[in-house]
């Protein structure tokens, strides 16, 4: 079966060919690790994880190396670091917020049915690879030292901005942002820095200092990977200047045409109709989201946008996912299936077309309902179980309505409205009634007179 990926580089769907069928080979940028991780960051987890899961399929398990890193240094963990343990040694605080946060992401990606990726290197650990590829760039020309740090000579390279495409004036522009007197090209970036007395930093040809984070990518894929690998992944969102510079970190390094092959991107992920941000209010960790959904909910919501669209997050569509997903526990049962059907795998093969391989679950659903045939049931059961679902038994996930409260916001702020409506009409029994209405979704309501114009303002919470 022909495996089609779209692939950034050229632009192009394309057939897929790995170097070595053996050691199928597979890059991702993970999570910097100061916070928890939110839910546009579960996007490139689980779509990844899809493709990990069909290249075991098509290859064999043991013939895919996929690997995922950790940046577990980064001036925004010192920040953090700084501001939430003030009274410890800072590389004290450092290793309690990345070895927290650290373990906050994985405990959450498990609980989104995702596999463990074969290696999960983490950047501290590599600084001696990041360190040797620096002194290779520099040999070749590509990289010069200037107190106390690195840059890599953009210039140096000739097709630099291949991948991302970018009109040379963007590149300038977002080059722009750190003007240093020691840069001699605009667009030159930082490979290695100077790290002051207190800031965490390792030994280096070029002094005590820290590695830039681009050059993290190149250090650990070249590691686990070798020097040209087959696909390299991410969000959109590090198109440029994240892999535009690993590019020609690894390129420039090794000598190769490409680093990988196939350049993969998932689309941006919006909540509600808007942009995601913690300022607007609509911030949502993945930590939060399961406190009131089963993790397959969330999984299964992720799929039902194709990957390299934009994705709106709503509550709209988590509600419908877990009724599709109520529905095909109770049909399925214990069904054994183990094999996924080769429509449900035949649409993911052509670049994870996951809105065609749902349609093809519903199709095997509504073939099984027509037929009563145990080989329909078979293969949903056998697909879900290969996409990462059915990780509970029937009867837990049942169970999982009962202990967990979701609520339709829009609902309650008009069942509250019309409450409030009732009152001033004087009709308490309609009032009380929506009370009731509301607690049978559980929902709880506060009134209280607002001091400022004394009108009566009802606020209400979720009881679990
Ligand atoms: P970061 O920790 O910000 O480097 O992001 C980790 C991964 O999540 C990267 O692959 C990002 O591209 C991806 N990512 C971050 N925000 C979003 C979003 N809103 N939608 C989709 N992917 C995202
Ligand atoms: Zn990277």
Not at 149 to 174: C, E, N, Q, T
Not at 269 to 286: A, W
Request: net charge negative; charged share 25%; proline share 5%.
């Amino acid at each position: 079966m022909a495996l089609k990926l779209y692939n950034t580089l050229t632009r192009e769907k394309e057939d897929f060919s790995p170097i070595d069928p053996k050691n199928v080979r597979m890059y991702v940028c993970g999570p910097t690790v100061y916070d928890f991780a939110h839910i546009g960051n579960a996007r490139p987890v689980i779509v990844f994880d899809l493709l990990f899961r069909l290249l075991r399929h098509t290859y064999g398990a043991q013939a895919v190396t996929y690997v995922r890193n950790v940046t577990d240094v980064d001036d925004k963990i010192n920040a953090r670091a700084a501001r939430d343990f003030p009274g410890l040694a800072l590389n004290d605080a450092i290793r309690e917020v990345t070895s927290t946060t650290e373990a906050q992401f994985q405990a959450d990606v498990t609980a989104l049915g995702t596999l463990a990726p074969t290696v999960q290197p983490r950047a501290t650990e590599h600084i001696a690879e990041m360190i040797a590829l620096i002194e290779k760039l520099i040999a070749s020309g590509h990289a010069y030292a200037a107190e106390g740090h690195v840059l890599f000579d953009v210039p140096s390279m000739p097709d630099y901005g291949r991948l991302s495409k970018r009109p040379l004036d963007d590149m300038i522009a977002g080059a722009r942002v750190d003007v240093a007197p020691y840069k001699r090209g605009e667009m030159d970036f930082v490979l290695w820095k100077p790290s002051a007395d207190d800031e965490p930093g390792w030994q280096s040809p070029w002094g005590r200092g820290r590695p830039g984070w681009h050059i993290e990518c190149s250090a650990m894929s070249w590691k686990h990977l070798g020097e040209v690998f087959d696909i390299h992944g991410g969000g959109i969102d590090l198109l440029f200047p994240h892999h535009e510079n690993e590019v020609a970190q690894s390129r420039c390094a090794f000598g190769h045409d490409v680093m990988a092959n196939v350049w993969m991107h998932n689309g941006f992920l919006q909540v509600e109709g808007e942009k995601m941000s913690k300022s607007l209010g609509n911030f949502l960790t993945i930590n939060q989201l399961l406190a009131d959904w089963p993790g397959e909910v969330l999984r299964f919501t992720m799929m039902k946008t194709h990957y390299r669209q934009p994705i709106d997050w709503t509550v709209k569509s988590l509600e419908e996912s877990w009724k599709t997903l109520d529905d095909w526990y109770w049909f399925v049962g214990d069904t054994p299936g183990t094999k996924p059907a080769k429509a449900v795998v035949e649409a993911l093969a052509d670049d994870l077309a996951t809105p065609k391989m749902i349609a093809e679950l519903h199709a095997l659903r509504n073939a099984a309902q027509r037929n009563g045939g145990e080989g329909a049931r078979d293969a949903l059961a056998g697909s879900l179980r290969f996409l990462g679902f059915l990780a509970d038994t029937p009867d837990a996930w049942a169970a999982r309505r009962k202990t967990s409260v979701s609520v339709d916001v829009e609902q309650v702020e008009a069942l509250i409205a019309a409450r409030l409506s009732a009152r001033k009409h004087k009709n308490w029994a309609e009032s009380d009634r929506i009370r009731d209405e509301l607690a049978g979704l559980g929902v709880v309501l506060k009134d209280a007179k607002d001091p400022a114009s004394g009108e009566m303002k009802t606020t209400w919470e979720v009881k679990r």
